[in-house]
């Protein structure tokens, strides 16, 4: 799987295998595993932990995996680069899946080709950087939400950090801003007390990385409510965020280090574990899921290979992916 010309027979073969995992995944007690690694030499022996000091975590639905996806782990590599401390370290990556979703079916594309989207766009990102090529894992979690999903990577032992007495390996999810404000959006807690107080042992351990997406269109509609006062903390004289703003997005973090989300359960120095990164390189600008399956039922595969690259691209023309698809969606 390292040319562009797809070895069909070969993936079709993976596919395969990637499908006896899942069911057995699915029935099984754990809620999180590794599928694939990046390069295939790196893949862990079974029982043997994974050592490193960081992990970066892209989570995302991968209905299709695109260029934006690699913009943000390439903005969080360019990062590690410019610190001492962290250059001269391989990064580990998680491209992971849930197959249980809080907001989405698993449709139009099955997981089992999701996978080898991500386990392609995987290979292709790794290629494409010349420093510090990454080790990438294509995992699976059973999990809907952040604090879940981290909690039970962690509790997995599958990574470990042997400088920490406790071995905690920190965990660096990188997101985009739609991502970030379904993060700290109070109704996903429902079985806590304040709300936000879910985010603690995330927090305590753990940060966020998201990229600002300007996009008049951002936020998505299920989260138009996170624009809104969601705390009496909040002034009544304060003026909401503009999301559509590179300006608006930061004052929306600035308002949580000010106390806006107190009476929701989120501390302000909570907000000091994320990061707002804008994308210099404007690779993701105006890059959704949407967008994708709209120029794959058009037809239109040049449109097609510019966003997910020419791997992915034939992997879902060969497939017949997407062509009757009419929902909406991000990344």
């Known amino acids: 799987m390292s040319t562009n010309d797809l070895d069909m027979q070969a993936l079709q073969g993976l596919r395969s295998q990637f499908s006896q995992a899942l069911k057995e995944f699915a029935?099984?007690?754990?809620?999180?595993r590794i599928l694939h690694t990046i390069p295939t030499a790196s893949a862990p022996s079974h029982g043997n932990p994974i050592h490193t000091r960081t992990l970066y975590v892209l989570d995302s639905s991968f209905n299709p995996p695109s260029k934006a996806h690699a913009s943000l782990v390439r903005t969080a590599l360019k990062s590690q680069l410019s610190t001492p401390e962290t250059k001269d370290q391989t990064p580990r990556v998680l491209f992971l899946l849930a197959t249980v979703n809080a907001d989405k079916k698993p449709k139009p594309a099955d997981f089992e080709d999701r996978v080898v989207?991500?386990?392609?766009?995987?290979?292709d990102l790794r290629n494409s950087i010349t420093e510090l090529q990454p080790i990438i894992d294509v995992g699976i979690t059973k999990?809907?939400?952040?604090?879940?999903?981290?909690?039970?990577?962690?509790?997995?032992?599958?990574y470990q950090q042997p400088d920490r007495e406790d071995g905690v390996v920190e965990q660096i999810h990188?997101?985009?801003?739609?991502?970030?404000?379904?993060?700290?959006?109070?109704?996903?807690?429902?079985?806590?007390?304040?709300?936000?107080?879910?985010l603690e042992p995330f927090l305590k351990h753990h940060q966020v990385r998201a990229t600002i997406r300007v996009d008049p269109n951002s936020p998505s509609e299920n989260l138009k409510d996170a624009q809104k006062p969601q705390s009496s903390s909040q002034s009544s004289t304060s003026v909401e965020p503009d999301f559509s703003t590179i300006a608006g997005q930061r004052q929306y973090l600035q308002e949580i280090k000010d106390g806006s989300l107190e009476d929701e359960g989120m501390k302000k120095?909570?907000?000091?574990?994320?990061?707002?990164?804008?994308?210099?390189?404007?690779?993701?600008?105006?890059?959704?899921?949407?967008?994708?399956?709209?120029?794959?039922?058009?037809?239109n595969w040049d449109e097609v290979t510019e966003?997910?690259?020419?791997?992915?691209?034939?992997?879902?023309?060969?497939?017949?992916?997407?062509?009757?698809?009419?929902?909406?969606?991000k990344l």
């Open 269 to 299: 120095e909570w907000a000091d574990q994320v990061q707002l990164e804008v994308d210099e390189s404007g690779e993701a600008q105006g890059v959704s899921s949407t967008k994708i399956r709209n120029a794959v039922k058009e037809g």
């Open 143 to 158: 999990l809907p939400y952040f604090v879940d999903k981290a909690s039970s990577i962690k509790s997995s032992n599958v």
């Open 307 to 329: 966003l997910v690259g020419p791997r992915v691209g034939q992997w879902i023309k060969d497939r017949g992916l997407y062509r009757e698809e009419k929902e909406g969606g």
């Open 117 to 123: 989207m991500m386990s392609l766009a995987a290979e």
């Open 27 to 32: 029935s099984s007690s754990s809620s999180f």
């Open 174 to 198: 990188l997101t985009g801003f739609d991502t970030l404000l379904r993060i700290f959006t109070p109704k996903y807690y429902p079985d806590h007390d304040p709300p936000l107080s879910a």
